[in-house]
Nanobody, 113 residues
Framework: QVQLVESGGGLVQPGGSLRLSCAAS????????MAWHRQAPGKERELVAF???????KYTDSVKGRFTASRDNAKNALYLQMSRLKPEDTAVYYC???????WGQGTQVTVSS
């Protein structure tokens, strides 16, 4: 079965950077599109970044130019490099596989001084 495990979250000051990682297992990772979602307190979950099986990238407008998604098919890993972080980026970040609607357990990112 699909398993997704996120890591790399934490507390960071505004303007700082973090790199999230997702370890995937239970499916042929290289053949599937992947995504990062987030859920801020009191808000609905939103799609942050999408990366297709061939590397196609899409971002929500609020993170364009600041976040970069990438994947390493040899390692079955998904990444989200987050730079110039803002307090409004505070959320639980989830690694997802859209085809099966599978979600990891999430990792907390808090941007605060």
């Amino acid at each position: 079965q699909v398993q997704l495990v996120e890591s790399g979250g934490g507390l960071v000051q505004p303007g700082g950077s973090l790199r999230l990682s997702c370890a995937a297992s239970g499916f042929d990772f290289s053949k599937y599109s992947m995504a990062w979602h987030r859920q801020a307190p009191g808000k609905e979950r939103e799609l942050v970044a999408f990366i297709g099986s061939l590397g196609t990238l899409k971002y929500t407008d609020s993170v364009k130019g600041r976040f970069t998604a990438s994947r390493d098919n040899a390692k079955n890993a998904l990444y989200l490099q987050m730079s110039r972080l803002k307090p409004e980026d505070t959320a639980v970040y989830y690694c997802t596989q859209p085809a099966s609607n599978s979600w990891g357990q999430g990792t907390q990112v808090t941007v605060s001084s």
